[in-house]
């Protein structure tokens, strides 16, 4: 699989350290543009360093982007004792070159610096035809996930589409303009993408994955009826029959199970326990390409317990019994909590021990539940986490797609119609149609119910944030059930600060408004 491949080439961000010497000498050890981009193989490493940004540091899929879709929206909270984490996660952030967003900014444009380099350069080299296009492709697509993630969470980034120079002072873009770079990135994506691979390419990009984000990014401008066009890849179209649900809802989470037919594309992570550094670009030390996240959400007395869940989705999964009275087999592969085990603090197990041996038999709002899908607590033996979890991270499931056809449905008027969609997925966890439990549904309460359903299927995957955003959920309001809205500014917390470092350089750039 994919995860065995991330090559990475000092080409994308040369380091030059020196002493008593001209530095206007090119360091003939240094590969440059000139001397790199000139083969088949110069053009595979290009586009492997471009995947390899989403693991070079913590403030990406490694971590923060979990920080910033889930502890940020009301599913989750900053429950340790990293006070920086706690303050940004609860809307009070008042350092604006603050690591935790200025570097996930930062890694964002590295992405996108990288996958520019591809698209400028491999069209020149002579090689395969179908492989140079593929390999665009890629780099479109994750160009296009870049600033997927740019317009999400900071708005108005400025869009660089060439190979940046020192002297480049780009201005902001407005948000529709982001918006109109995904989408054109994604739909380009979409036609010269393969819709599979087989052996070591396997997790790399695929036609798929474009027309998921793609859909994804039309959905979240509410503009139901391209989003409904481009899932309908899925359903009606090329793509059906490429992709079908697990019978076991927890394949989609655990390292033994990657990249299955319910993945549309994963952040691939693998275990080095030799790794001594994050940096990617550091050619002296082994890169750690396996993902910390697991130590940060892990519970006390494993992990950090930095992050960890709201004690209200334990109730909303509650709301409704299966077609044979049981509890919704979600719960347990969701959240870890005293009673994980329905039959509760005595039975239910966290590394090892029984919650009620670790953290004593309280139950209810006093006890903590920790996100339990980037655990790795299901493997036999394990009573502890680590920064290097091999656990991929699913970014996009057919199971997401459902849900987002089925809303794009509802959007355009077509209630009847995106029922079965949603259906498809209620019955995997064995809970009745809704055509039987909530027939005629109108408009409105139909996206209610895809509201529901989208937290009992996908909370703790990190598109809460961007839910709750593009429903204009997003408010005061939210205090009833995670208090730290109290604090959210309508008209400011929808997007983060753009790194005040950033503005100090470039004339050009403006920060967000009310910052």
């Not at 036609?207 to 899932?231: H, P, V």
């Not at 299955?260 to 890169?287: A, G, K, L």
């Not at 719960?331 to 953290?359: H, K, W």
Request: charged share 20%; glycine share 8%.
């Amino acid at each position: 699989m994919m995860k065995k491949i991330y090559l990475v080439t000092t080409l994308i961000l040369l380091a030059v350290t020196a002493c008593n010497r001209d530095f206007d000498q090119p360091n003939p050890n240094n590969p440059t543009i000139a001397s790199f981009w000139k083969s088949q193989t110069d053009a595979v490493k290009g586009i492997n360093a471009v995947y390899s940004t989403f693991h070079r540091t913590a403030t990406l899929y490694s971590r923060f982007l979990f920080y910033h879709g889930m502890l940020r929206s009301d599913e989750g909270y900053g429950s340790g004792g990293d006070i920086t984490l706690n303050n940004v996660m609860s809307f009070n952030q008042t350092n604006f070159n603050e690591g935790l967003t200025a570097g996930t900014w930062q890694n964002l444009y590295i992405g996108v610096f990288r996958a520019n380099q591809v698209l400028a350069y491999v069209p020149a080299i002579p090689m395969d035809e179908a492989l140079k296009s593929r390999i665009i492709g890629e780099a479109k697509f994750l160009r296009g996930l870049f600033y997927f993630n740019l317009t999400l969470y900071f708005g108005r980034p400025p869009l660089v589409l060439e190979p940046s120079e020192p002297t480049d002072r780009p201005s902001n873009a407005t948000n529709e303009e982001a918006w109109v770079q995904v989408q054109k990135d994604l739909a380009e994506a979409a036609v010269a993408l393969p819709v599979s691979y087989t052996g070591d390419d396997v997790g790399r990009a695929t036609r798929g994955a474009a027309y998921a984000l793609l859909g994804k990014a039309y959905l979240q401008q509410s503009r139901y009826q391209d989003a409904a066009n481009g899932l309908a890849w899925f359903v009606t179209g090329e793509g059906k029959g490429v992709y079908s649900l697990r019978a076991d809802y927890q394949e989609n989470f655990t390292a033994s199970t990657e990249n299955n037919s319910e993945s549309v594309f994963e952040i691939q992570f693998r275990f080095n326990p030799n790794e001594n550094t994050d940096d990617d670009v550091d050619e002296t030390r082994i890169n750690n390409t396996g993902t910390s996240i697991a130590q940060f959400y892990g519970p006390r007395g494993v992990g950090f317990s930095d992050g960890a869940a709201r004690r209200w989705l334990v109730g909303e999964f509650e709301k409704e019994k299966t077609a044979l009275g049981t509890r919704d087999p979600r719960l347990p592969v969701t959240l870890l909590f005293d009673s994980t085990d329905v039959r509760g603090p005595q039975f239910t197990m966290v590394y090892g021990q029984t919650f009620a041996s670790r953290y004593g038999t309280a139950t209810g709002e006093s006890s903590t539940v920790w996100f339990r899908k980037q655990l790795n607590d299901n493997e036999p033996g394990r009573t502890s986490e680590g920064f290097r979890s091999p656990n991929n991270h699913r970014l996009l499931r057919y199971a997401d797609v459902l849900l987002m056809y089925a809303e794009a449905l509802n959007g355009i008027g077509q209630t009847a119609q995106a029922y079965p969609y949603v259906d498809m997925v209620r019955a995997r966890a064995g809970l009745r149609p809704l055509s039987q439990v909530k027939p005629g549904m109108t408009q409105a309460q139909f996206l209610a119910q895809i509201k529901h359903e989208r937290i009992t299927e996908l909370t703790g995957e990190g598109w809460r944030f961007a839910d709750l955003q593009r429903w204009g959920d997003l408010g005061p309001e939210l205090a009833v059930r995670d208090p730290e809205f109290t604090n959210f500014r309508k008209g400011r917390d929808e997007w983060y600060p753009i790194p005040q470092s950033d503005i100090d350089l470039n004339p050009n750039l403006t920060q967000n408004p009310n910052y």
